[in-house]
Structure formats: C-alpha cells, structure tokens
C-alpha cells in the first residue's frame, strides 16, 4: 500500500528534458498532493517561491542557472528543505559540489521512477509529522524549521527562527517564556534592555500577525496554536 502521508506533499520537479520531466510526472506524479514542473534553475527558483513545496528534485545541467546554483539559492532562504538531483554519469564532479550545498540525495540517470517514489516514501515520515498549526493559518514545520502562512515560506531571520522555536517547546504545557530566558537565547551575553526586546516582538508581529505572538505582562510570551476544529 502507498504512503498516505505523500498525498500531503508538494513536489516541485526542476528539469529541462521535457521527456524526462512528462515520463516522471506521469509515473509518480498521481501520488502527491502536487507535482510542479520548472525546466530551467530561474523557473525553478521562482516556483519554489510561489508555490513552497516540501520537496525539490532537480538536475544539475540546465539553461540560466543550473541545478546547483538554484539550490543553493533555495538554501539560503530554507536550509531544511530535502533536494534530490538528478545526475548524469559525467557530472561526478559536479555531486561533489552538490554534496557540499547538502542535498538530500541524488539518483543517476537513468533511474527507475519507483526507486525515487521509494526514496520520498520514506522522508515523509518527518516531514509532515512535524507540522504544527497556529493561529491565523500559520504552521511550522519542525523538522526543516520552517514558518508558513497559507501553506506559503515566511522568511524568518535567525533570531526570528530561534525565538519561535523556543515558544514551540513549551506549547503542551501552555508555559509563558519569560523575558530573561528569551534574552538569554537570543542575545546570550549581551545586556539587553526590555525595550530592544519589545522593539525585536513588535517587528516580529509586523512580519507575521500581532495575534501569533502573545505577550503575558510581567510573564512572558506564548505562541498562539490554533483552536480545535
């Protein structure tokens, strides 16, 4: 029996041989939620952009940018995010690099399109398992640490990432995070005002919505999960 859980995922296929690109969509492409195909790394980039997909496989050689410099691009923005290439015999120099970017895998062509369904199959598991929701139809992913909004990437800075992160491991209790903890977490030694702590919520808010991050005066902050259908 197939993976339920692909049925949840996005799939973005980056890959300039229409004929590969047809043959894979119509082997494995009935198995998720979507598969989207780009033919070029610029296509691609702009792609993974509007439509935020779980997962990004892609070859290396490619017209306008490559497989490599589009993932590399990608991992700027989510350095999470699983990227399977696709290679030729020839490019053996090339997965090195991709090695380095910190691809998911790569398959050398020709592969059997079951093999990469095989290979999804079983990184699904952490990737929709981790999901959780928030108000005012936020969700993070735990597994790539990710924010989404409408199932759309919200860039997060690093201090952003952490401090979401940190009011995530406290959302079973319903604990607040207090002032000091977060300022410890964030700035480590820095002496840190409570108004540059403000000042850090307050654009945070502006980014995302003033209703994710609750604020318990003289307490802490909570994240906002969503209520219960």
């Keep these: 029996m197939r993976n339920k859980k692909l049925k949840k995922l996005k799939i973005l296929l980056v ?25 070029d790394g610029k296509e691609g980039l702009r792609m993974f952009s509007s439509i935020c997909p779980d997962i990004i496989i892609t070859d290396i050689t490619m017209p306008k940018m490559t497989g490599l410099e589009m993932a590399q691009e990608i991992k ?23 090695i380095d970017i910190g691809v998911a895998k790569y398959f050398i062509k020709p592969f059997d399109p079951e093999e990469l369904l095989e290979y999804i199959s079983s990184i699904s598991e952490n990737l929709e398992s981790k999901l ?9 992913n735990l597994s790539t640490k990710s924010l989404y909004k409408n199932d759309r990437f919200v860039a997060l ?6 401090f979401i992160q940190l009011l995530l491991q406290n959302i079973d209790t319903k604990k607040n995070v207090s002032y000091e903890i977060i300022k410890n977490k964030l ?37 906002a999960t969503s209520s219960p259908k």
């Design 132 to 140: 959780i929701e928030l108000e005012e139809n936020f969700s993070f």
């Design 157 to 162: 800075t690093k201090k952003e990432n952490i």
């Design 15 to 39: 890959e300039d041989e229409e004929k590969l690109a047809t043959l894979l969509k119509n082997a494995i492409g009935d198995n998720f939620h979507s598969f989207t195909t780009a033919y």
């Design 76 to 98: 700027k923005i989510n350095t999470n995010i699983p990227i399977i290439i696709l290679s030729a015999f020839s490019d053996t120099d090339k997965l090195l690099n991709a």
């Design 187 to 223: 700035w480590k030694d820095e002496e840190v005002s409570d108004e540059r702590l403000r000042t850090f919520i307050r654009r945070l808010r502006a980014k995302t919505s003033k209703f994710l991050i609750l604020n318990f005066k003289g307490e802490g902050y909570q994240i």
